[in-house]
C-alpha cells in the first residue's frame, strides 16, 4: 500500500510539472495582451503599461484585478502625497500657502476614504459605477488642490500624477461597464 | 416550501458554489493513508483546471465569469474633471465673470445649506436606489439603500420611512441589514407585490459573501403593524441564483410580480449579454420557487447592462394609473431601465404580448436604453408602485450629488430622492409619459407673487421680487411674440442642450426662461429654459434645458447643461414648473413631457442672497411671461415618534 501510494504521488507530481513547463509561457503573453488592450482605451497608454506591468499580481488579473491594481496606485500615491502636506504644514509656512496646504490635506483624505474605499468596495462587489465615479472623483480632488495655491503650488507634479492615475483608472473601469 | 428550483442544481457549473453557511454537515473522519492519496488526486485535478485557466482567482478579483471583452472608443470625459473658463457672455446685463483659476473653499454655512427641505432624505450619510415602495394600511412606506456607516456607498443596508402622504416622511428604523451570508456584502434593491389578500412580499438582492447576487425574499413579521417595522427574511434564501450563462455580478434588482392569466406570478430581472441589455422571466407561484420562463422579455443590443428594470401597464383612455396585473384592451405597457453605462433611467411604451412573454416598443428607433428618458438630468434606479388609494402609478427616482466626495463626506450626506411623481400616458402626443409631482407637494404652498403678463425684451433680465428664492414651487408660461416668429431669418438650426453653450448662447428665438438660486449681481445663476428654433418648414422645435454651467464659483462641482427636446402642440403656450429646494432643482416643461432635476451648489446665492429672475437672451423675440411663485414650507421630515401626533 505504502509503494502504491509513493508511485502514485510521484505521477502526480510528474503531472504537476509537465504543464508548468508549456502552457505558462502562453499565458503570461495571454496577460501581457489584457493588460496592453486594457491600457489600449485609457489617456495615459504608457503610464497605465508601466503601473499595471510593475504590480506581480497585474500576471494573474482580469480587467476587474487591473483596475483594483490602479485604484492601489492612487492610494499610495495620496498617502504619498498626504506625507509631504504634512512636511510642509510643519516648516511653517505663510497663512495663504497654510490655508491651502490645509485643503489639500481634506483633499488627499477624502480620496483615500471616500474614492479608494469605495472603489475597492465597488470591484469586489460587482457595482462598477461607484468605482467609475471614485475614480473620476479622485481626478476633481486634485485639481481642487492644485487650484487652491494662488500662488505657485508645491504639489503640482502630485496633483498632475494623481490625475492622469485616476483618470486612467477610470478609464479601466469604464470597460467594466 | 421545499428546495429551490432547478435553477439551483443548475448553477454549479457557472461558479465557484457559495458555502451553504452553518449547515454543512461535518465529514467523518477516515483512515490518513486513504486521505492522502484523495488528496494527490485533488491536487492533480486542481492544477489541470488551473492551467487550463478557466477559474484562476487571484487575491484581488473575485470569481466572474469571463469577461467579455469588446473594445470601446472612448475614455474617461475630460470634460468632467477639468472646468473650463467661460469669458463674459455676450448679452445685456450679464454681469458674470469666473475666475478658473479660483478654487472657492467650502465652509459649513454654505455645506449646511444645501440640505433640503421637503425632498425626502435621511438624517445623514449615503442613500442611492429607491425599494420596495408600496401603501399599506394608511401609509406610505419608501425603503431606500443606505449605507448606515458613512456618506459614501459602502455595504448598504434598507432604509425606511412612512408617510401619510407621500410628502411628510417620519424615519423608521432600518428595515433590513446585511446579517446572512447571501446578503453579507450588500442588501440591495428590490420591489414590493401586494397580494390579493393583502400579503405584502418583497423581493430583493442579496450579495452574496461572494459577491454573487441572488434573489431573496423577505415579508413583515407582523402584518398586523401597520408601520411594517420589523421584516424576516425567508429562512431558505435565497429563492434565485444566477443561471447558467449570466454573469453573477449580472444579475440583479427583481421587480414587482404581475399575475399572469394562468395564476401564476412573474417578475423580471435584468441582466446582459455581451453589450445587450436584457430582461430574464421567472415565474413563481409561492415566490419561494420559480421557474425560468425561456426567452427574454426584451432585449436592446449596445444598452450594456440593465439595472432596475420596472414593467407595467399604462390606460390608454383613463388619466388613472393600473395595477400591475392589469391586461387587457385600452391598456399598453412601459419597460424602462437604469443603464449603468450611462446612468440614466430610459423608457419605452409598447405592447405586451403575455401569452410569448414579449415586450415591443411602439417605436423601434426609441426602444428601451435609446429614446426617451424620464429625466435628462440626474435622476437614477427609478422604480413606480400603484398607489390603490387615489388609483395612481407614483415614480420615486433617486438624485445623486454632482459635488466632490470632499463635500459629501465634509456635510455628512449625500443623496435625495425625487418629489413623487405620477406616471400617465400623455394622450396627445402618443407613446410619451406624463410626470407631474404629486398633488400633496402643493400642501407646502405657503405664500405666493404672481407676475402676469411681463413683456421680456431680449437680452434683459427681470428680478422678480418674492421673499426668499431656496424653497419655492414656480409656475410660468411663455409666449413669443408673433412677429418674432414670423419674420426671424434664422431657422434649422440643430439644438442639443448638452452640448450648446446653454442659456449664454444667444438664438433668435431663445434661451428665455428664469435663472433660479441666482444672486444679486449674477456672479452665479442656475437657468432653466426654453430654445425655440424654426425648421426649414416653419414648424417650431422647442428643446428645455437646465444649465448649471454658472451656478456656482466653486470649480468642483458639476457644470453640465442637461435637457432634451420637449414636444409643443399647435395650441399650446410653453409653460414650466420648477421646484426649488436648496440644493435640487426639478424641471418639468409642458405638463410633464421633458423633466429635468440638477443639483446645485451655488457659494454667494445661497440664504437670503438667493434670488429669482425671469431672463430672455433671445435676440429677436420678445417674450410674454405670466409667472406664480409659491415659497415652500419645510416637510418636517423627523424620526417617527409614537408619541407625537403623525
Not at chain 2, 473575485?62 to 474633471?81: A, D, G, K, M, Y
Not at chain 2, 415566490?287 to 443590443?301: C, M, N, Q, S
Not at chain 2, 403678463?453 to 421673499?467: M, Q
Not at chain 2, 451655488?602 to 437670503?608: H, Q, R
Amino acid at each position: 500500500m505504502k509503494t502504491l501510494s509513493l508511485i502514485f504521488c510521484t505521477l502526480v507530481m510528474a503531472t504537476i510539472s509537465m504543464p508548468a513547463g508549456t502552457n505558462c509561457r502562453v499565458i503570461q503573453q495571454n496577460k501581457a495582451n489584457l493588460i496592453e488592450e486594457t491600457c489600449e482605451q485609457t489617456p495615459h497608454r504608457d503610464l497605465c503599461i508601466q503601473y499595471l506591468s510593475s504590480d506581480p499580481r497585474s500576471t494573474d488579473a482580469d480587467v476587474t484585478g487591473l483596475a483594483l491594481i490602479m485604484v492601489k496606485v492612487i492610494k499610495t500615491k495620496a498617502n504619498k502625497a498626504l506625507d509631504k502636506i504634512h512636511q510642509l504644514l510643519q516648516e511653517s509656512p505663510e497663512p495663504g500657502q497654510k490655508e491651502a496646504l490645509s485643503s489639500c490635506a481634506d483633499r488627499y483624505k477624502a480620496i483615500l476614504e471616500a474614492d479608494v474605499a469605495v472603489a475597492i468596495a465597488a470591484l469586489q462587489k460587482g457595482n462598477p459605477k461607484f468605482a467609475e465615479d471614485g475614480a473620476n472623483d479622485a481626478a476633481i480632488e486634485a485639481t481642487s488642490c492644485e487650484n487652491s495655491f494662488s500662488g505657485k503650488s508645491p504639489l503640482t507634479n502630485e496633483n498632475n500624477a494623481m490625475h492622469d492615475v485616476a483618470a486612467t483608472t477610470g478609464a479601466i473601469v469604464r470597460q467594466l461597464l | 416550501m421545499g428546495s429551490p428550483s432547478s435553477s439551483h442544481s443548475e448553477l454549479l457549473c457557472s461558479y465557484v458554489p457559495v458555502p451553504d453557511g452553518p449547515h454543512s454537515p461535518a465529514e467523518p473522519p477516515r483512515k490518513v493513508m486513504k486521505v492522502f492519496v484523495i488528496f494527490c488526486g485533488m491536487l492533480v485535478l486542481l492544477f489541470i483546471l488551473a492551467f487550463n485557466g478557466d477559474h484562476v482567482t487571484s487575491t484581488l478579483t473575485t470569481t466572474t465569469n469571463e469577461q467579455e471583452f469588446s473594445p470601446r472608443t472612448h475614455t474617461v470625459p475630460c470634460s468632467t474633471l477639468k472646468p473650463f473658463s467661460r469669458g463674459v457672455s455676450s448679452g445685456v446685463s450679464w454681469k458674470s465673470s469666473f475666475n478658473n483659476d479660483e478654487s472657492y473653499p467650502w465652509n459649513n454655512t454654505m455645506l449646511s445649506w444645501q440640505r433640503t427641505v421637503f425632498h425626502f432624505q435621511p438624517e445623514k450619510n449615503w442613500m442611492n436606489d429607491p425599494n420596495g415602495p408600496l401603501y399599506y394600511k394608511g401609509w406610505y412606506h419608501f425603503f431606500y439603500q443606505y449605507n448606515p456607516k458613512g456618506a459614501v456607498w459602502g455595504v448598504i443596508v434598507w432604509g425606511h420611512a412612512v408617510s401619510r402622504d407621500l410628502i411628510h416622511w417620519l424615519h423608521l428604523p432600518l428595515a433590513m441589514v446585511a446579517d446572512q451570508w447571501y446578503d453579507k456584502n450588500g442588501v440591495w434593491t428590490g420591489s414590493a407585490t401586494i397580494l390579493p389578500d393583502g400579503q405584502v412580499i418583497m423581493l430583493y438582492t442579496g450579495s452574496t459573501n461572494e459577491s454573487v447576487q441572488v434573489q431573496n425574499l423577505a415579508y413583515p413579521a407582523d402584518p398586523s403593524d401597520p408601520l411594517l417595522v420589523d421584516w424576516i427574511k425567508y429562512p431558505s434564501n435565497p429563492v434565485l441564483f444566477p443561471p447558467p450563462g449570466i454573469g453573477t455580478m449580472d444579475f440583479r434588482d427583481p421587480t414587482t410580480a404581475w399575475l399572469t392569466s394562468e395564476g401564476k406570478w412573474r417578475i423580471s430581472i435584468g441582466s446582459k449579454l455581451n453589450k445587450t441589455g436584457i430582461a430574464l422571466v421567472y415565474d413563481t407561484n409561492d415566490f419561494k420557487t420559480y421557474e425560468r420562463v425561456e426567452g427574454l422579455l426584451h432585449a436592446v443590443p449596445g444598452t450594456g447592462m440593465w439595472e432596475c428594470i420596472d414593467f407595467f401597464p399604462i390606460s390608454i383612455k383613463g388619466e388613472n394609473g393600473l395595477d400591475t396585473s392589469i391586461n387587457g384592451e385600452n391598456v399598453k405597457h412601459v419597460v424602462k431601465v437604469s443603464l449603468d453605462d450611462d446612468r440614466h433611467d430610459y423608457y419605452a411604451v409598447g405592447t405586451y404580448d403575455e401569452k410569448n412573454v414579449k415586450f415591443t416598443p411602439d417605436d423601434l428607433k426609441n426602444d428601451v436604453g435609446i429614446g426617451l428618458r424620464y429625466d435628462y438630468g440626474i435622476f437614477y434606479a427609478s422604480k413606480t408602485f400603484y398607489d390603490q388609494s387615489k388609483e395612481r402609478r407614483v415614480l420615486w427616482g433617486w438624485i445623486g450629488e454632482s459635488d466632490s466626495e470632499y463635500s459629501d463626506v465634509a456635510k455628512g450626506w449625500a443623496s435625495v430622492q425625487g418629489i413623487p411623481r405620477t406616471v400617465t400616458l400623455n394622450k396627445k402626443t402618443g407613446s410619451r409619459l406624463l410626470q407631474w409631482p404629486v398633488a400633496e407637494v402643493e400642501s407646502l404652498r405657503l405664500r405666493s407673487d404672481e407676475f402676469e403678463n411681463l413683456k421680456v425684451k431680449p437680452g434683459s433680465v427681470v428680478p422678480l421680487e418674492i421673499e426668499t428664492a431656496a424653497q419655492l414651487d414656480i409656475v410660468a408660461e411663455f409666449e413669443i411674440d408673433n412677429k418674432a416668429l414670423e419674420m426671424t431669418s434664422q431657422f434649422n438650426r440643430e439644438y442639443e442642450c448638452s452640448t450648446s453653450g446653454g442659456a449664454a448662447e444667444r438664438g433668435a428665438l431663445g434661451p428665455f426662461g428664469l435663472l433660479v438660486l441666482a444672486n444679486e449681481d449674477l456672479s452665479e445663476y442656475t437657468p432653466t429654459y426654453f430654445y425655440v428654433v424654426k425648421g426649414s418648414d416653419g414648424q417650431l422645435k422647442t428643446s428645455f434645458c437646465s444649465d448649471q454651467s454658472r451656478s456656482s464659483l466653486a470649480t468642483d462641482v458639476g457644470k453640465k447643461i442637461f435637457g432634451s427636446f420637449v414636444p409643443v402642440l399647435e395650441d399650446e403656450k410653453l409653460s414650466l414648473r420648477i421646484l426649488v429646494d436648496h440644493s435640487v432643482v426639478e424641471s418639468f416643461a409642458q405638463g410633464g413631457r421633458t423633466c429635468v432635476t440638477s443639483r446645485v451648489y451655488p457659494t454667494k446665492a445661497i440664504y437670503g442672497a438667493a434670488r429669482l429672475f425671469l431672463f430672455n437672451n433671445a435676440t429677436e423675440a420678445t417674450v410674454t411671461a405670466s409667472v406664480k411663485v409659491w415659497q415652500m414650507n419645510s416637510a418636517f421630515i423627523r424620526p417617527f415618534n409614537p408619541n407625537q401626533r403623525n
